[in-house]
């Protein structure tokens, strides 16, 4: 029954990930038909816990987003790198990277393309550089950002565990050092790749035919920053330094009649929705403009994803538990690598950092794998680029005008490869070892 159950559940995913999209979390109700009218396999509770903190870190994220908060960061980003130009290949992964801390979506970094492309023509700069490792960066960041959909859901998981040493400021003190030299590392990787833009016949063509833009003589329009993108973006900083201060002085949570904690899941859920009502109520917003931002339609996606997709691994994992502790634990704690590159894997096919946390991190701790390596296990699972089909690998061969960002002959054999491969065993082994002495 578990080889069964397990070529069910892998079937379910590659369908999904085949057709793509939200089918991936429908996908999950095929899933969870067959398991439990055909197998009879009694089903496990939805992930609520993980639902109900990514909606309300989503209704923050996309109201400070629909106030202007999000343009306002994107100005502060290219004043902060036109100052230092001849540093973007360094300065530009690590701008890319505090953007997708402070707003939980890598998606961000398709409004720092532009800047980052022009800058780099400008100082005459390869713009493959600066835009590989800005893409690997701002992805890697989504497991250091404490309200991003991934950390919410390894959070959720690991609270409701034995693991009792994880919580918010004990899991964010490992994974900012170890994401943040995992980006630093990957900037210098490629400091010096490729020809120079002088040197670079594909370049020099699109030059010769006028293809390439005089940015210095381009005149732009200066849209003033309104005081409601700012309050938007005060509002929601205060409301995660609030939540990472309760998650490292427990005293500040409330207790109740019984001596129970409020538990620091329902900690994000309030303040993230108190932060998007203050919000609204300060800046007078129409709340209905939440629902059309980009931020919220993506969040949403993945709050699917975390009900059907998750449900049937939950399941799984429950009706399998015996059989993956008594057969795969022994194997895995030996060879930790092995679960470490089987998260890399399915970050690969799926895309997603958070549909491959809610499948991998239950099996984590199902095995009875140490945190530090579940933890360093799960920042592997930034791994989107190694097959280039991601929307944001896609865009940004786009947005680079020089033609340097590019997907080879043989696929594998792409811009992002070196920047991310390094990315990857640097933030995982630097996890390693912090983890093993925080956790």
């Not at 899941?265 to 919000?279: D, H, P």
């Not at 799926?350 to 946390?357: E, L, M, N, V």
Request: hydrophobic residues 55%; charged residues 10%.
């Amino acid at each position: 029954m578990f080889w069964i159950e397990l070529i069910l559940v892998l079937a379910i995913i590659f369908l999904g990930v085949r057709i793509g999209g939200t089918f991936l979390a429908m996908a999950g109700g095929i899933g969870m038909f067959i398991m439990t009218f055909i197998l009879r396999v009694p089903p496990s509770d939805p992930p609520v816990t993980v639902i109900l903190i990514m909606i309300a870190v989503i209704c923050a994220a996309a109201t400070m987003q629909a106030c202007g908060g999000l343009d306002y960061l994107v100005k502060v980003a290219e004043k902060i790198l036109r100052k230092n130009p001849k540093m973007i290949t360094i300065l530009a992964p690590i701008v890319a990277y505090l953007f997708t801390f402070m707003c939980g979506t890598g998606h961000i970094v398709y409004s720092l393309l532009p800047v980052i492309n022009e800058i780099s023509i400008e100082t005459g700069i390869r713009p493959e550089r600066p835009i590989s490792a800005s893409i690997i960066s701002s992805q890697q960041a989504i497991t250091a950002c404490p309200i991003s959909a991934a950390t919410v859901g390894v959070l959720a998981f690991l609270a409701e565990s034995s693991y009792t040493s994880v919580n918010i400021f004990t899991l964010l003190l490992v994974c900012i050092p170890a994401t943040l030299i995992g980006t630093i590392a990957a900037a210098l990787s490629v400091i010096k790749k490729g020809k120079e833009l002088a040197d670079d016949p594909e370049f020099q063509a699109r030059v010769a035919q006028g293809r390439i833009e005089d940015f210095s003589k381009k005149k732009k329009k200066e849209t003033e920053t309104t005081k409601e993108a700012k309050i938007s973006v005060a509002i929601f900083m205060i409301a995660m330094v609030a939540i990472v201060l309760l998650g490292a002085v427990n005293k500040l949570v409330p207790t109740f009649a019984d001596d129970s904690k409020l538990p620091l899941t329902t900690v994000i859920e309030i303040f993230m929705l108190v932060g998007a009502a203050l919000t609204v109520l300060i800046t007078k917003l129409d709340s209905n403009k939440i629902l059309d931002q980009p931020v919220f339609r993506t969040g949403m996606f993945a709050v699917v994803l975390a009900f059907g997709l998750c449900w049937l691994v939950n399941t799984f994992i429950a009706d399998q538990s015996s059989f993956i502790t008594d057969n795969m634990s022994a194997l895995t704690n030996q060879y930790p690598w092995i679960y470490i590159i089987a998260v890399f894997i399915i970050g690969a096919i799926t895309t997603s950092q958070s549909s491959t946390t809610m499948i991998m991190v239950p099996i984590g701790i199902a095995l009875g794998l140490p945190v530090n390596i579940i933890v360093a296990g799960w920042i592997a699972c930034s791994s989107n680029y190694f097959i280039p089909a991601s929307g944001q690998c896609v865009a940004a061969i786009a947005f680079d005008s020089a033609g340097t960002t590019k997907i080879g002959k043989f696929v594998l054999n792409h811009s992002y490869m070196l920047p991310g491969l390094v990315c990857t065993v640097v933030s995982v082994l630097v996890a390693i070892v912090l983890g093993a002495v925080v956790f």
